[in-house]
C-alpha cells in the first residue's frame, strides 16, 4: 500500500528543535543553552492576570474577547501596532536621505567578490552616524515614507503563522528564496516543507554582504532561473542566530537591488524583513525598519511579533503587507482559522493601550541586559580565545564561532561531550540552508541566554569552556 | 509584470463569509440569520474569569500559561480531551456489534442507485433501536474499540486548523475528497485553495446515501480516478449547514465501504468526521464517533472543538489521528506556530478539569434549545407549507427548502428582497461542492439561530416568511 500522504506531507521533515527537545528529555539534569524559551520569571504573570480581570469584568468588554473576530485582526490591535510601528519608524517618516552613502555602489560592479564588500561594509559601517547604523532624521531629500495605517496589517497566531501565509502566498515547489547565512532554522523548515530552493547570502555583522547578494542575483539571472525566485528573507534585528542587526543602509540598499533584479524575474522581488527581536533591545538605538526605505511600501514584508517580547504563550503576531500579498494572506489565515483567538488579542491591545506593554518590555529589555551579560561574562572567562563570539545588543543569543578543525555539529565529538556534560546548544549547523555552491560551516554554536537561569547560564558556559579546551 | 503569488496563492478565493460579511456592514439594520457566530449572552465570561484568575494568581501555574509548549499540545489538555472523548465513546468502547444490521448490504451490489439507497436509509433508521441510530452497548460480537489515548491528539488553534492541516497532509492539485451534498462552505475554501476536486455525496437526514457514495466511488474507479482520491469528509453531528446527524450505522457502513475501495487506490482513505458540533446538543443522545467503529482507529481521522461549546474567542480544537497523519499533521503545525497558544489551553484544561465546562456545556444546551425552539415556532407561524425543514437536535442551524422554482442564490429576486428587508441567511447554493456531474442545488437557506438575539430570530423569521409568500 502506498502512502497517503501529499508531497508536502512526505517533504516536510521533523523539525530539528524536536530532536533537541527529545535530548532534553532523555537527560533531567540538562543545562539547556538551546531553547529559544523566554525567560520564566520574567513572564507578565501578575500583568496578564491584570489585563484579563479588567477585559472579563464586564460583559461589554468580556463578550467581544471570548466571540469570534475578524479574520484580519481585531481593529484596536491593528490599530495600536500600526502607531506604535509608525512611532518607532517617525524618524525616517519624518525624511530621510535614500540611505546609501555615495562611495558604496551597493552591488556595483567592483564588490563582487566577498573581500570587497567586506571592506564596503567596514566602510558602510564608519559612515553611519549613529549606533546601529541609524540615518539621522532631517527633512532633506530623500522619499518621506508614509505613515502605517491599520488596513496594511494582518494579525497572525504569532509572526511565525505570517512567515507560513506568506510561504503559501507566494511561493510554489521549486521557487527560489535567498536567505542569511546562517539562518532562522524554522524558516528553513518551511521552506524546506515548500520544496523551496534556498541561496544563502553571506552574513556579517552589520547584515547581509550586498556584493555577495548581488553575485547571487546575477547567477540567477545568468541561469534563467530569477523567474523563480520570490523573496529575501532577512531577519533584521538580533537575528537568530547570530544576534547580528542589519543596517539601515544595507536594508534600503538591499531593496534597490532587488528592485533592479525584478526586470529579469518579470515579478516582484520582495524583502520580507523579520522583525521578532527588534523589541528586545538592550544596548543602542532602534533602526527603523525596511518600510521606510525608498520603496519600501511596495515591497517589504514586514514580520513583527508580541510574543516574544509580552508572553511566548499568548501568540500575537502581525504582518505589514503590500497588495497583492496582503489580501491573498488573509484569505489563506481565513481558511487556517477565521482569524487570531480574539481573547489573545484584547489581551495585548489592552497592554498597549494602558502602558502595561510597555512597562514591562522596559522590565524585560533590564533582565535580558543582565542575562546576555551573565552569559558574555561567562565567556570571556572560559572560552579559549581562538573562539569568536559578539557582545550582543539585542535579542537571546551569543553566536559563538569555534577554530575550522573543531566541528560542532550534532554527531561532532564535541557536542556528544558537551552532551555527556550535561549542556546543551543549537549546533550552527542547522542553520545554514542547504544550498549546493558552499558547503554548510560547521564549527559554530548558538548559545541562547533567554530560558535558563542565570547560574545555569554560568555553568553552562563553563562546562562548554572546559569541553573546548580539551 | 506577472503576478509574484503562487498557485495556490492564486488560487485562493475570497471567502463566501467575507462577502456576507460586507453585506453586514453596508446594512448596520439588519437581521443576520447568515453567521455562525454563537450567542453572545451565553459567552463564559464569568467563568473564563475565574479560572484565568486563578491559573495567573500563582506563578507555578501562571508562568507556564504565558510560556512556550509543546507542538502537540499541552499534556493536561490531552488527557482530559482523551477522556472526555472515551467516555463519550464508551457505550462502544465496551464492545458493540459491527454495526451495519443484515438487510442492508452497504454499498452491496442492490443499492447503486438512489431510489434503492432510499429505501434502504429509511430501513436503516427504523432498524436503530435508540435514537440518533445509537447502538445499545453490548459485549457480545464486534471489535472492542481501543481507548483513546492522549498521544493520538493533536491540539489546533480550532478545529478549522486540523481541518487545513490534514488537507495540507494529504492532497496534492488534482487529488479527490468526497463531500457531502451540501457541506461545510469553509472547507470548501480549503479545498478549493488547494486545487482539489470535490465530489459530492447526496446527503439524507440521518447522513449520506450510501448508495450514492457507493456509486460515486465505483465511478472514481473505473475512470482509474481512485488513486487520486484521499477522504470522505463528513460532518457527522447537527452538521453545518443542514443540522443533519450521521447514523452510527452509516459512519461504519461508509468506513467498510472505503476499506473495500483501498486496493484500487492503493492508499488508505480516510474518513474526516468533523465533530464540531457534537457538543452543542440539546434533544436526542450522543452518537459513538467513527473511530469506535470497525477499523476505525487506523482509518477516521477525527476533528473536535471546543470553541463553539465553550467560547468562539478561545479557538482551541484538536483532532485524534493514525499514523503517518498524526505525526505528519503535528509536523506541518509545528512550522505554522508550534504549537496552539498556551493560555488557552490551559485556560480549557482548568475549565475541564474544574467541571466548569460541564455547567457552561449544560447551560449553553438549554439555552440553544430555547433559541432552536423560538427560531422553528416562527418557520412554522410564517413559512408556507410548500417549504421544508426539520427540528433540528442540536448545533446552530435550520435548513429550509423552498419549491424549486423558488431560487435563493445570492443573486436572486427573494435573496435581493430578504436583504432589503433586512434579513440575511445563506443561501443553500454556497454549500454545493464544485462537481460537474450535477447542478447546484439552488432553492435552500441556512438559517442560523447561534448569534441573532430571540427578537431578532422571530422577526427575520417572519420577513422571511413574507417575502416566501409574494
Known amino acids: 500500500m502506498n502512502s497517503p500522504l501529499s508531497q508536502l506531507g512526505l517533504r516536510t521533515a521533523p523539525p530539528a528543535i524536536s530532536w533537541l527537545m527529545s535530548l532534553t528529555l532523555g537527560h533531567p539534569q540538562l543545562i539547556s543553552l538551546a531553547a529559544g524559551f523566554t525567560d520564566n520569571a520574567s513572564l507578565p504573570v501578575d500583568e496578564a492576570r491584570a489585563l484579563l480581570d479588567e477585559i472579563l ?74 549606533p546601529g547604523g541609524r540615518m539621522p532624521p532631517t527633512t532633506a531629500g530623500g522619499t518621506p515614507a508614509a505613515t502605517i495605517t491599520p488596513d496594511r496589517l494582518l494579525i497572525t497566531h504569532g509572526s511565525q503563522q505570517l512567515l507560513y501565509l506568506l510561504t503559501e502566498a507566494l511561493c510554489d515547489p521549486g521557487d527560489i528564496v535567498l536567505v542569511e547565512d546562517p539562518t532562522y532554522f524554522v524558516y528553513l523548515g518551511i521552506a524546506q ?63 534597490k ?59 500575537v503576531g502581525f504582518g505589514v503587507l503590500p497588495e497583492p500579498v496582503l489580501t491573498t494572506a488573509t484569505r489563506i489565515k481565513g481558511n487556517h482559522d477565521f482569524g487570531t483567538a480574539n481573547l489573545l488579542q484584547q489581551l495585548l491591545s489592552r497592554a498597549l493601550a494602558t502602558g502595561a506593554y510597555e512597562r514591562h518590555l522596559a522590565e524585560l529589555q533590564r533582565r535580558y541586559a543582565l542575562k546576555a551579560r551573565v552569559m558574555t561574562d561567562a ?28 566541528r560542532t555539529g550534532p554527531k561532532s565529538q564535541f557536542f556528544q561531550t558537551a552532551l555527556k556534560q550535561n549542556v546543551l546548544y543549537v549546533p550552527g549547523v542547522l542553520c545554514y540552508a542547504d544550498d549546493a555552491v558552499r558547503r554548510k560551516p560547521d564549527h559554530e554554536m548558538r548559545l541562547s541566554f533567554g530560558g535558563a537561569g542565570e547560574q545555569d547560564i554560568t555553568e553552562g558556559i563553563k562546562r562548554l569552556g572546559t569541553v573546548l579546551s580539551i
Open 57 to 130: 469584568s464586564a460583559p461589554r468588554t468580556g463578550q467581544p474577547a471570548l466571540q469570534y473576530g475578524s479574520t484580519a485582526g481585531d481593529p484596536l490591535l491593528r490599530e495600536l501596532t500600526a502607531k506604535r510601528l509608525s512611532a518607532l519608524d517617525a524618524p525616517v517618516a519624518a525624511g530621510v536621505p535614500p540611505a546609501v552613502e555615495p562611495g558604496v555602489p551597493p552591488g556595483g560592479k567592483k564588490a563582487t567578490n566577498a573581500k570587497t564588500a567586506r571592506k564596503n561594509d567596514s566602510h558602510l559601517k564608519s559612515a553611519s552616524p549613529l
Open 193 to 255: 516543507s515548500h520544496g523551496l530552493r534556498c541561496r544563502g547570502v553571506r552574513l556579517l555583522p552589520d547584515g547581509i554582504d550586498l556584493a555577495h547578494l548581488e553575485q547571487v542575483l546575477e547567477e540567477l539571472r545568468r541561469s534563467g532561473d530569477l523567474p523563480r525566485m520570490k523573496l529575501l528573507y532577512l531577519v533584521t534585528y538580533y537575528q537568530n542566530p547570530t544576534g547580528y542587526t542589519t543596517s539601515y543602509a544595507k536594508k534600503a540598499a538591499a531593496l
Open 257 to 315: 537591488l532587488l528592485r533592479r533584479y525584478e526586470k529579469f524575474a518579470g515579478h516582484p522581488l520582495y524583502l520580507l524583513e523579520d522583525a521578532a527581536y527588534r523589541e528586545l533591545r538592550f544596548s543602542g538605538d532602534d533602526i527603523p525598519s525596511a518600510l521606510t526605505a525608498p520603496g519600501g511600501t511596495d515591497r517589504v514584508l514586514y514580520a513583527g511579533t508580541y510574543s516574544k517580547p509580552f508572553a511566548t504563550g499568548i501568540r
Open 379 to 406: 565567556v570571556r572567562a572560559h572560552f579559549p580565545a581562538d573562539v569568536e563570539w559578539r557582545e550582543p545588543a539585542g535579542g537571546l543569543y551569543v553566536w559563538a564561532r569555534t577554530p575550522k578543525r573543531l
